[in-house]
């Protein structure tokens, strides 16, 4: 795999010297010029048919408002996080009350927690953390176009309207992961596992590039990897040049332009 992508990059310096390489639009979650967003931070419970509290869903979410973006827009993520991440804790919550045993002292709890990985004008990348009293707990990451109300998949900075950048890039994903961001070598049974995981929104910009999300119990199961995730980076440095993907500055000023 390594050896096709420096084929690609000598075509590329051939063809374009290389231009210099574009990263996105300066931000991050400590940025004091932006305003700060605002969380919403409950607890909700669950009883029995016994009246005893059997449930505790505990969570911290984004809550955005019109000082964040505009009101389709904040209405638009708020309704995406309520319908993607509080809404199944609560589910899975009253369908269990009922297995709750009398010989239990406390309550089980689901958390739902988050943090703010990136942020401009423009995008927000947020991770969720999902963890149950007795199962894995689950991460994931979403990044949001603060412009439209929308999620942004991988597919809308794919280089191209073929299938050949987005194979590109599972293919570096696995050939590292044959060596390295994974915690050992990945057999070809958890490879085609890598694979059939890779979510093209579960992923958050940075200054250095697009980190993608894999939960450990979705690559290696029935291993014992329940809980944790892999991170990959697909770093602007050389995605970019390579023709692989556009830049979040591009995807914006064509946004503005349009």
Aim: charge should be negative; glycine fraction near 4%; hydrophobic fraction near 40%.
């Amino acid at each position: 795999m390594k050896k096709i992508i420096s084929v690609i990059l000598a075509l590329t310096l051939s063809l374009s010297l290389l231009a210099a390489c574009k990263k996105p639009s300066e931000g991050s979650p400590g940025d004091n010029s932006l305003p700060e967003i605002k969380t919403a931070d409950e607890v909700r419970e669950f009883k029995n048919a016994e009246g005893r509290v059997a449930y505790q869903v505990e969570y911290s979410i984004p809550d955005l408002t019109t000082d964040i973006c505009s009101e389709f827009a904040a209405k638009f993520i708020n309704d995406y996080i309520n319908e993607f991440y509080l809404s199944p804790a609560f589910n899975f919550a009253e369908i269990n009350v009922q297995n709750f045993r009398s010989e239990e002292k406390e309550p089980r709890k689901i958390t739902l927690t988050h943090e703010i990985k990136y942020r401009t004008n423009d995008v927000l990348s947020v991770v969720f953390k999902t963890s149950y009293s007795k199962a894995s707990s689950v991460i994931e990451a979403r990044t949001f176009d603060l412009r439209e109300g929308s999620v942004i998949s991988f597919d809308r900075l794919l280089n191209g309207t073929d299938n050949s950048a987005k194979e590109n890039v599972l293919l570096c994903i696995k050939d590292d992961a044959k060596t390295g961001f994974t915690d050992a070598p990945l057999t070809d049974e958890q490879l085609a596992e890598l694979d059939s995981a890779f979510d093209p929104v579960n992923f958050w910009f940075s200054d250095s590039g697009i980190t993608f999300v894999f939960n450990k119990s979705s690559v290696i199961s029935g291993l014992g990897a329940t809980s944790g995730i892999y991170e990959y980076l697909l770093d602007w440095s050389w995605a970019y040049p390579l023709g692989l993907i556009s830049s979040p500055e591009e995807l914006f000023t064509e946004a503005t332009t349009a």
